[in-house]
């Protein structure tokens, strides 16, 4: 794991507003506590070591049979799994994009090419290829037509293809579906990002049963604690009072990019998702995100650590309009101090 990767409020007191994780914050979760009170003393016995009734819910509220679904501790546990279950494989991961891919395979001994450019793809049989679709920290989205075509027609390489941001755009993702009738296509997935709940550890990967068998005799016995297995179940059950406004988010997002070109300091990276991928033209990352947390309470996501990503690159998920002001005017304030 990558220092400073991800969300990192817990050493920042006082913070706010925070754009520094990819998902829609502040959030009513307040039936969830109450559920999860209600449901306290099942800490008491050990869980469902496959969480297997949490895998029946999700499984049907996607559509697919439970044999298609593993739920993992997170995505991120996901990923490590994969990476073990295919040690010592060739693995493509077009950069920049979340860095637990790469650090999972080297754990797991992988060769790892990392790619500048989709031209650098080149699928082989026994391969292993990693896209976010999303992309973190892009927001882009993989062309669709293009991406089911080197699936079909690559059925020896395997496709992990992270899904978690899929909820946060309004263009066509892979349908998981036809991602659990493919024999080299494993979708990863995530309620952590769907519903707002990081803390809780929620992810689960799907495809065929083949595939997710394998997956599963590698898997570590009650890796998804108890109440995380029954919060997940209630999200779902509830899920209709969780939704959010995505194509308001994108219009946010457009508006806020925006405002940051006006600057004529900051570059934008094109995005079709909650997240906007901005560069500094003068100052690095690291102190503007240092200005916005100790004298605004306000947390953005350096993002200077991704490969392909210099010092002067940072990353935000918009909020609300009221918090998204708020932060530029103290990207404008930071600015003006430091170059008027």
């Known amino acids: 794991m990558i220092k400073g990767h991800g969300d990192d409020i817990f050493t920042y007191p006082g913070i706010r507003h925070n754009f520094s994780s990819n998902i829609v914050c502040r959030r009513d979760l307040d039936a969830l506590y109450e559920h999860l009170n209600s449901c306290l003393h099942r800490i008491s016995s050990y869980p469902e070591p496959d969480a297997s009734s949490?895998?029946?819910?999700?499984?049907?509220?996607?559509?697919?049979?439970?044999?298609?679904?593993?739920?993992?501790?997170?995505?991120?546990?996901?990923?490590?799994?994969?990476?073990?279950?295919?040690?010592?494989?060739?693995?493509?991961?077009p950069v920049p994009t979340f860095s637990e891919y790469a650090d999972?395979?080297?754990?797991?001994?992988?060769?790892?090419?990392?790619?500048?450019?989709?031209?650098?793809?080149?699928?082989?049989?026994?391969?292993?290829?990693?896209?976010?679709?999303?992309?973190?920290?892009?927001?882009?989205?993989?062309?669709?037509?293009w991406l089911t075509e080197m699936i079909e027609a690559n059925p020896a390489c395997i496709f992990i293809i992270d899904q978690s941001y899929a909820p946060y755009t309004l263009e066509k993702v892979i349908d998981v579906k036809w991602a659990v009738e493919m024999p080299n296509v494993l979708l990863l997935h995530s309620m952590t990002k769907q519903f707002g709940v990081p803390g809780l550890r929620i992810g689960g990967v799907s495809g065929n049963p083949r595939l997710i068998k394998q997956l599963g005799l590698f898997r570590m016995p009650w890796s998804v604690n108890a109440l995380a297995i029954v919060a997940g179940k209630f999200l779902l059950a509830k899920r209709n009072l969780y939704r959010f406004d995505a194509a308001g988010?994108?219009?946010?997002?457009?508006?806020?990019?925006?405002?940051?070109?006006?600057?004529?300091?900051?570059?934008?990276?094109?995005?079709?998702?909650?997240?906007?991928?901005?560069?500094?033209?003068?100052?690095?990352?690291?102190?503007?995100?240092d200005f916005l947390a100790v004298e605004k309470g306000i947390l953005i996501r350096d993002a200077s650590n991704f490969t392909g990503l210099d010092e002067g690159c940072f990353r935000i998920a918009v909020q609300s309009q009221e918090a998204d002001n708020l932060l530029i005017e103290g990207i404008r304030e930071w600015m003006f101090s430091n170059w008027s």
Not at 118 to 138: A, H, R
């Open 104 to 145: 999972a395979c080297r754990l797991n001994r992988h060769k790892i090419t990392e790619i500048y450019s989709v031209s650098g793809l080149k699928p082989t049989p026994g391969g292993l290829i990693w896209l976010c679709n999303p992309n973190n920290p892009t927001g882009k989205v993989w062309d669709h037509a």
């Open 54 to 93: 949490l895998a029946v819910a999700w499984a049907a509220s996607m559509g697919i049979s439970a044999d298609n679904l593993c739920v993992t501790n997170g995505a991120t546990e996901a990923i490590y799994l994969i990476a073990q279950v295919y040690r010592e494989s060739n693995s493509q991961i």
């Open 249 to 289: 988010l994108i219009a946010e997002r457009e508006r806020v990019a925006a405002e940051f070109a006006r600057t004529g300091l900051i570059e934008v990276w094109p995005s079709d998702s909650n997240m906007l991928l901005s560069r500094l033209r003068m100052g690095k990352a690291s102190a503007l995100k």
